[in-house]
């Protein structure tokens, strides 16, 4: 499924992305930047250590923050990883923070002159947010980016399976 935003494309596919040849991909981290499983362990495997290297000395994020890399081997030139909250019970700030995840990378990539990004589902596997309320917020904060800043020329969600992709798919149609 695809919607255009102004000049700018939001896409959504299913698949690995480790694969995709988008300028930027980013990564659904830990404030330690060290690596970890899903996503995580994913984009260090395909990218080799020099992504970790420089993950190490950059030292650490916080939650809803977002740090740049270079791609590595991978196809995309460079890694944005950001953090989003682990979920307890949507009443410690965890919307917010995963806005802030979504917007704050998306900001870092126009900074960057980066013009082609895609996401994974950030927080709904380790972090177990509710796929559906983080689909939403994805989703929003991405379209409402897109409305203000033109510089970004495609947003693609790449999801995992195709339960996350008709879920992203539910929740896109009411905001087109
Ligand atoms: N491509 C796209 N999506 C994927 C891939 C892939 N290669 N692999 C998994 N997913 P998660 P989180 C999906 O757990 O919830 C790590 O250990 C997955 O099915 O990767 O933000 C970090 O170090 C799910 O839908 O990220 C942190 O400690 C989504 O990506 C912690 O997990 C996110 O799952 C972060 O947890």
Not at 18 to 29: E, M, S
Not at 47 to 71: D, F, H, M, S
Not at 77 to 106: C, F
Request: proline fraction near 4%.
């Amino acid at each position: 499924m695809e919607i255009k935003i102004n000049k700018s494309t939001l896409s959504l596919v299913e698949g690995d992305i480790t694969k995709q040849d988008t300028d930027a991909i980013v990564n659904a981290a830990n404030k330690t930047l060290r690596g970890g499983g899903g996503v995580d362990g994913a984009i260090h495997r395909a990218g080799g250590p020099k992504i970790l290297e420089e993950c190490i000395k950059i030292g650490g994020c916080e939650t809803g923050e977002a740090v740049i890399t270079t791609g590595g081997n991978l196809k995309a030139k460079y890694v944005i990883h950001t953090v989003g909250p682990v979920y307890r019970d949507g009443l410690h700030n965890e919307p917010k923070l995963l806005e802030n995840a979504y917007r704050n990378s998306l900001k870092l990539a126009s900074s960057k002159g980066i013009k082609s990004i895609a996401f994974p589902s950030i927080s709904t596997g380790a972090y177990g947010y509710p796929l559906e309320d983080a689909a939403e917020i994805a989703l929003k904060t991405a379209i409402n980016y897109l409305w203000e800043h033109p510089d970004i020329e495609l947003v693609r969600f790449v999801l995992f399976g195709q339960k996350t992709l008709e879920v992203y798919e539910k929740k896109l149609k009411p905001l087109v």
